[in-house]
């Protein structure tokens, strides 16, 4: 993983949604003269979630950005924090590999995401995204897994999950 400093570190929040969260935290993260490298967010039943990668270009504890960030809480909120060092590098070596979507859809029912993801492991497939909001638009009631994978598998390969029943996918 790229970033634009030697000192790089995996930061997660979660706290009550609501405006100036992003705001509060990219404020923290540029006190102490770092940078946000890559950043994904959601809100999930009124809980807003965050994870960057930051990085610093002077050393310092995790703990250090992890304060910082609790002090910026907007509004109270009561930010809950995690920080850990992560591994940069001067060049990506990662291999690009091809990406697929898979989605499914049918009746929710207690399981059948660990299922699914049982499934795609065994196959030695990474779940890379999984958004999921199965409470809205036109399949109201009705699970949507849908993923974005990349296997580490050669390109033409096919996994036999078409006109497999849930109970089938184990």
């Given at each position: 993983?790229?970033?634009?400093?030697?000192?790089?570190?995996?930061?997660?929040?979660?706290?009550?949604?609501?405006?100036?969260?992003?705001?509060?935290?990219?404020?923290?993260?540029?006190?102490?003269?770092?940078?946000?490298?890559?950043?994904?967010?959601?809100?999930?039943?009124?809980?807003?979630?965050?994870?960057?990668?930051?990085?610093?270009?002077?050393?310092?504890?995790?703990?250090?950005?992890?304060?910082?960030?609790?002090?910026?809480?907007?509004?109270?909120?009561?930010?809950?924090?995690?920080?850990?060092?992560?591994?940069?590098?001067?060049?990506?070596?990662?291999?690009?590999?091809?990406?697929?979507?898979?989605?499914?859809?049918?009746?929710?029912?207690?399981?059948?995401?660990?299922?699914?993801?049982?499934?795609?492991?065994?196959?030695?497939?990474?779940?890379v995204d999984r958004p999921q909001d199965k409470h809205t638009?036109?399949?109201?009631?009705?699970?949507?897994?849908?993923?974005?994978?990349?296997?580490?598998?050669?390109?033409?390969?096919?996994?036999?999950?078409?006109?497999?029943?849930?109970?089938?996918?184990?």
């Open positions: 993983m790229m970033t634009r400093f030697p000192h790089g570190f995996v930061l997660t929040v979660m706290s009550d949604d609501h405006p100036g969260i992003v705001a509060a935290v990219s404020n923290a993260v540029e006190s102490l003269g770092g940078n946000i490298d890559s950043c994904s967010q959601t809100v999930l039943g009124g809980y807003f979630t965050l994870i960057m990668i930051v990085s610093v270009p002077e050393p310092i504890e995790p703990e250090q950005l992890a304060c910082g960030i609790r002090g910026a809480e907007s509004r109270g909120a009561g930010y809950q924090v995690l920080v850990r060092p992560a591994q940069v590098s001067d060049n990506s070596t990662e291999e690009v590999a091809e990406r697929f979507v898979i989605s499914a859809f049918g009746e929710d029912q207690p399981g059948i995401v660990r299922r699914f993801s049982q499934y795609l492991a065994g196959k030695d497939i990474n779940i638009g036109l399949y109201r009631g009705f699970l949507i897994f849908h993923s974005e994978v990349k296997p580490n598998v050669k390109p033409f390969s096919t996994f036999p999950l078409c006109g497999r029943t849930d109970s089938q996918i184990a």
